[in-house]
């Protein structure tokens, strides 16, 4: 247990074999339950699990009889069916806090703590790396993979509303079993780019995500490179990024509540997309009527980017800004701090957090909804990307 709180981890493992051996023998002592997925593998990565978790477990004396929880697919659902097997799992377990380690071993688990202190903390329910926090961070990662994740990260902005998130392809992440009980988990992407995904699914179900600040020179450390095709990531992920967007807009504000920044959106784009379809065609006939098409090409922008102050201001509360004391512990921002302000410190909310601004710890349920889009059950490569 880590402050009160039963913690599990999710290692999703596809073709992994010589190296998630080493993320099971290199558990944190604080951790209760580990769920390692072979993801339908074709080499001996299942057979390493199994070594590895016998040997864990004989060993093992804490809150369940087995530290590891060896699960295979029988075909290859990708990483992000993984990580939903083992969240489903943590979440009929009733764990507390679950966090994700990929099978690829370029998660350092001495980090562990960083991502369950603001869930232990009751300042949020979702933490997540970022390698954007710190100059020194990103200036590790490989120019073209930079810039790919700018662009998704903004993409992701629009689409999840949580304005201030950056680096939204991290995939070190810890999440806590309300949110695990209110997001839409069973829908989530399959796919590489189920982080963009869950964040939009947090986000309908107005749960709190943290930013933890996170070095790259263990990932890239000892030669790795990702052999993700990123011409093909980009444009796969942005087509997912641009179903779930449309999916937040019905579910947060048409469906449970009106809110006039649904309609907005959706005018603004429209406007948008027709003016600039006009545009470009116009041009390309030179046509006379260019003019119209470009005043109604900025019209339709202004309305969207209207529509995303309001959402943006909409969210503002949603998102916590972490800042890493001398102790380790995050510390609020002045407005999360008035929000706070009123709770008894000394008064535990569940699972020994800190209760919200309303003093009353926030219990889970289970969610209903969509999907916002397809599920792909393409194959993944051998290398995690997280």
Not at 112 to 128: F, R, T, W
Request: one cysteine or more; aromatic letters at 10%.
């Amino acid at each position: 247990m880590y402050r009160g709180m039963t913690v599990a981890v999710v290692i999703p493992a596809y073709n992994e074999e010589g190296y998630v051996g080493d993320v099971i023998d290199g558990l944190p002592s604080f951790v209760d339950r580990a769920y390692v997925v072979d993801d339908g593998s074709t080499d001996g990565t299942w057979a390493e699990i199994c070594e590895h978790a016998e040997k864990r477990n004989e060993e093992h004396v804490g809150e369940f009889d087995d530290l590891v929880v060896p699960i295979a697919h029988e075909q290859n659902r990708g990483v992000g069916g993984a990580i939903k097997t083992g969240y489903l799992r943590a979440r009929e377990e009733r764990i507390d806090a679950t966090a994700v380690l990929g099978g690829d071993d370029q998660m350092d688990p001495d980090e562990l703590q960083q991502y369950l202190d603001p869930i232990a903390e009751g300042v949020a329910d979702y933490a997540k790396g970022n390698r954007f926090a710190r100059p020194e961070d990103w200036a590790e990662m490989p120019r073209f993979r930079l810039i790919g994740n700018v662009i998704l990260s903004s993409l992701t902005k629009i689409a999840s509303g949580y304005w201030e998130t950056m680096d939204s392809q991290n995939g070190y992440t810890a999440i806590s079993l309300r949110a695990l009980c209110e997001a839409d988990i069973e829908g989530m992407y399959e796919y590489y780019g189920y982080c963009n995904d869950l964040l939009v699914r947090l986000n309908a179900a107005d749960l709190r995500v943290a930013d933890v600040p996170r070095s790259s020179e263990y990932a890239y450390s000892g030669g790795w490179k990702s052999h993700i095709d990123y011409t093909e990531y980009i444009p796969r992920v942005s087509g997912m990024l641009a179903r779930s967007f449309f999916w937040r807009l019905r579910r947060k504000y048409l469906l449970t509540s009106y809110n006039p920044i649904a309609p907005l959106y959706l005018l603004g784009s429209t406007v948008l997309g027709t003016g600039l379809l006009g545009l470009l065609t116009s041009l390309v006939r030179r046509d006379s009527d260019s003019g119209d098409w470009f005043l109604a090409t900025v019209l339709g922008s202004l309305v969207f980017f209207y529509a995303s102050l309001l959402d943006r201001a909409d969210n503002s509360d949603l998102e916590v800004s972490l800042e890493q004391s001398s102790r380790g512990r995050p510390s609020l921002t002045p407005e999360q701090e008035a929000s706070e302000e009123g709770a008894d410190p000394s008064d535990p909310g569940e699972n020994g957090a800190t209760p919200t601004g309303d003093g009353q710890p926030q219990p889970g349920f289970d969610g209903d909804g969509g999907s916002p889009g397809e599920e792909p059950t393409g194959g993944t490569v051998s290398r995690s990307d997280r």
